[in-house]
C-alpha cells in the first residue's frame, strides 16, 4: 500500500482557510492526502467557518488551531501556503518538502462589512467552494506543479 502524501496547509491565524483545505482534504482525498493546517500566528478556530463546512457536510468542530511549530517533527512533502501573509513568512521546511502557494480570500476580513450573518456567510460559502475545488485536483495539481 503506497504511504499518504503529507500535506500541510499553512495559514496566518489557522482559524478559516487552512482548516477548511484540512476538512476539505480528510473528506475528498483521505485515503490518498494525510493533511494537517496550522497558522504562523493561531488565533482559534472560526465558527463562521466551522458553520459553512458543517452545511457542505464537513465536520471541522473537532479540528483545532495550532502553531506551524506545534508540527515541527512531521516531514512534509508539501506545505500549501492558502494567504499571502503566511506565504511572506512561511518557515523554512527541512529536506524533500515543498512549498506551493495557493491564495484564497480572507473570509473573516471580508465579512467585516457585511450588514448581516447572512451576508458575511456568503463570503465563507464562496471561499468554501473554492477551497473545494482546488482540493479536488490533489495530489495531481501539485505534482504537474513546477
Known sequence: MKERLKILFLCTG???RSQMAEGWAR???GDVIKAYSAGIE???MDPLAVKV???AGVDISRQRSKHVEDLKDVVFDYVVTV???ARESCPLFP???KVVHVGFDDPPRLAR???TEDEALEHYRRVRDEIRTFVET???RLTTDK
Open 14 to 16: 489557522n482559524s478559516c
Open 27 to 29: 473528506h475528498l482525498k
Open 42 to 44: 493561531p488565533h482559534g
Open 53 to 55: 463546512m458543517a452545511e
Open 83 to 85: 494567504c499571502d501573509q
Open 95 to 97: 529536506g524533500k518538502t
Open 113 to 115: 462589512t457585511a450588514k
Open 138 to 140: 490533489l495530489p495531481n
